[in-house]
């Protein structure tokens, strides 16, 4: 009898603690929320929106009668937020590429070569990269287009809630123009009740 | 005239501890009067002492240990209220060790579960505030502390030349301030140096408006005289004006500069010299004061409770009570924070660059913003309390005469009745939760500087003599140093 009522006790406690589990496992493990941040099926739903309306766009539609396609940089997506989601933006910069480079629509300029440019610009300006200087940058890598963005957010909470909208704004600069070819915003809200 | 107290001691209540009924009772009852308040206090406490000898690095075992890690590079598995203090006491500690990313890691993660609780909806806290104890409630944090944690974070990134960052952590601290601002005060919502921090990041980040509105908010708070020579200088680039701003470019004695041209503005050997880099050196001192538990006689807890500054006071009936429990005397005692200044070496702090003294402002008197704070809630606190220690006599009252009834006699029952009684206010625990690892004061130094090597001194003073550290900074041009400076003690 104090063995099973041990054994009952054991079992209990065992059952207590946090597990290691596997997005396969726990097939909602990416649906619900666990911060007012951005994670990857929020990344997903404002990226999805963003590319499909660049990839619809007058824009893309000349680059895919070019031949060879014209080299494009990707800089980076500025943080104007209230959360600390730059892992999260570089990691859609790494989205941007792919599907711009499977998509067969431009040739893209390597990652490394411009993160050399970007670092050496932020040390220049105390650490702040200035993305209107983006025409300049462009022609230093050889690039005709530059792709860039910026997220912003509305962030507000009340005694017992808080409520962060997100905008991501993308546009398509002609580097030698400096005309904006291309511009889309995509949307969501997050917080928490 | 004492014969009949004295009576009552020496006879009937030596039988009364003598009866079997009673014998163990006794003992239990002191024990539980001496030791029932610990709370976050008794946590807290090795690590505030190494931190007041001077040892941040023995503080930073004990602030491990409390939250049972190895070191500084784990994290606690289970987040509870007491951990996301603990993980703001390790950032401070941190941040003091010049470890910023880490430091960043543990506020930023005791943000996010002190606002997890500050959102929460405590309806059983609530009650058994009023029922058993202050600590039955979820933390939340005051206004200076939500604040203080954006600041220091800030603080943080700065020091790691990471605008980005540093302006999230501004816009962190604005959503606060508005919240506070709507909720609370204006005066809750203002803090000088985060508002400082944040003009500094937008200046360096090259946003000169931005920049004004936050230094604007600074100048709201308190004058800073460092300040004049940046508020001139985005001036020429920003409309933006309020009569602070106007006040300040009145005593600099600004003149909005003619449009430039080709004509008017020739290349002059000035134009030629790289640009000067801007040092931000941020020196804390001390330790803000403590929350200890004490027991309070009841008629000092009515002068406390009459200050209430906030929500409803005593009302009349339990005044009554009070003040009849308060007649009667015996163990009428409220279990209850209070402030105590933290012995601190150094408060004060003065910079030179190069063998050159700088002007240094008092960026922030956190240790005055913790007592404003505590004076302003204390009351309410204190009403709290006074109402749980009029139940607990009830509940006393209904034990002594059930005690009589059960045949224990008149002591008996009376000794059962400070027993019950005795055990409940040992359960009473005092809320002495705060963030006690901030510094007292901190102070914040600028100066526009060449680009290239500089010898940065900074000479800190107090109670425990001085103190002189000595730092070697490389300036790059048009960059800027942000230089924390931390002696916790």
Redesign the interface.
Same mark, same amino acid.
């Given at each position: 009898m104090r063995i099973t009522i041990l054994m009952i006790i054991a079992l209990f406690l065992v059952s207590c603690g946090p597990t290691y589990v596997r997005g396969s496992e726990e097939p909602e493990l990416d649906e619900y929320a666990m911060s007012t941040g951005l994670d990857k099926k929020d990344l997903e739903k404002l990226l999805d929106e963003n590319m499909n309306s660049m990839m619809s766009s007058a824009v893309i539609a000349e680059w895919k009668k070019e031949s060879p396609p014209p080299i494009v940089a990707i800089f980076p997506i500025a943080n104007e937020t209230s959360e600390h989601i730059s892992n999260e933006l570089n990691a859609l910069l790494s989205d941007i590429e792919t599907r711009m480079i499977n998509g067969g629509v431009a040739q893209i300029v390597s990652r490394e070569k411009q993160d050399a440019l970007i670092q050496e610009v932020r040390k220049q300006q105390g650490g702040a990269f200035d993305s209107s200087q983006g025409a300049v940058y462009g022609r230093q890598l050889g690039a005709r287009f530059f792709i860039t963005g910026k997220v912003y957010d509305t962030s507000e909470r009340t005694e017992d809630e808080k409520r962060v909208q997100y905008y991501l704004f993308m546009q398509i600069i002609d580097v030698e123009t400096g005309l904006v070819r291309w511009q889309n915003k995509a949307e969501l809200t997050k917080g928490i009740l | 005239m004492n014969r009949p107290l004295l009576s009552f001691v020496n006879r009937p209540f030596i039988r009364a501890v003598n009866c079997p009924c009673i014998k163990g009772v006794f003992p239990v009852l002191i024990f539980l009067f001496l030791s029932g308040c610990g709370g976050y206090a008794a946590t807290a406490e090795p690590i505030r002492t190494a931190l007041s000898a001077g040892r941040p690095e023995k503080g930073l075992q004990k602030v491990n240990e409390a939250l049972d890690v190895e070191s500084e590079k784990e994290v606690p598995?289970d987040i509870e209220e007491e951990t996301a203090l603990l993980l703001c006491e390790r950032g401070t500690i941190l941040h003091g060790l010049e470890n910023f990313d880490f430091s960043s890691r543990d506020y $930023?993660l005791a943000e996010?579960h002190l606002?997890?609780l500050d +959102?929460?909806?405590d309806t059983a806290g609530d009650i058994g505030k009023w029922l058993f104890s202050d600590d039955a409630t979820v933390y939340k944090a005051p206004a200076y502390e939500k604040l203080l944690l954006n600041t220091m974070n800030m603080l943080n990134y700065l020091a790691r !030349?990471? +605008? $980005? #960052?540093a *302006?999230?952590e501004a *816009?962190?601290m604005?959503?606060?301030q508005?919240?506070l601002d709507? $909720?609370e005060s204006e005066q809750a919502s203002l803090i000088g140096l985060g508002s400082y921090l944040a003009g500094f990041t937008f200046e360096? !980040? #090259?946003r000169a408006e931005d920049a004004m509105r936050y230094y604007d908010e600074a100048l709201k708070y308190d004058d800073y005289p460092t300040l004049y020579l940046a508020v001139k200088s985005l001036a020429d680039q920003t409309g933006y004006r309020t009569k602070r701003i106007d006040a300040v470019l009145k005593k600099m004695n600004w003149q909005q500069a003619p449009p430039a041209s080709a004509e008017t503005a020739p290349e002059s050997a000035e134009s030629e010299k790289p640009a000067k #880099?801007t040092l931000l050196v941020i020196s804390e001192t001390g330790l803000v004061p403590h929350k200890e538990a004490m027991r309070i006689p009841i008629g000092a807890a009515l002068v406390i409770a009459a200050h209430v500054v906030h929500g409803p006071g005593l009302t009349g009936p339990n005044r009554s009570k009070a003040n009849r429990l308060a007649a009667k005397g015996l163990l009428k005692w409220i279990n209850f924070p209070v402030l105590k200044n933290t012995r601190h070496s150094f408060s004060n702090a003065t910079v030179g660059v190069d063998g050159e003294k700088i002007h240094t402002d008092l960026g922030l008197n956190v240790a005055q913003k913790v007592k404003q704070a505590w004076d302003s809630i204390k009351g309410t606190l204190m009403v709290a309390a006074i109402v749980r220690m009029i139940a607990r006599a009830l509940i006393a009252e209904g034990t002594e005469a059930a005690g009589k009834g059960a045949g224990a006699g008149g002591v008996g029952g009376l000794l059962m009745g400070l027993a019950v009684e005795g055990a409940l206010t040992a359960a009473d625990t005092p809320d002495t939760r705060s963030w006690v690892t901030l510094p007292a004061k901190i102070f914040v130094t600028r100066a526009e500087m060449v680009p290239g090597e500089h010898t940065v001194t900074i000479i800190l003073s107090g109670k425990g003599g001085t103190k002189t550290i000595t730092k070697k900074i490389n300036m790059?041009a048009? #960059?800027?140093v942000v230089l924390p400076v931390s002696a916790l003690r």
């Open positions: - | 598995d $930023e996010k606002e997890l +959102l929460q909806n !030349s990471d +605008l $980005e #960052g *302006r999230v *816009r962190r604005t959503t606060i508005k919240y709507n $909720e360096m !980040s #090259g #880099g790059p048009g #960059g800027f």
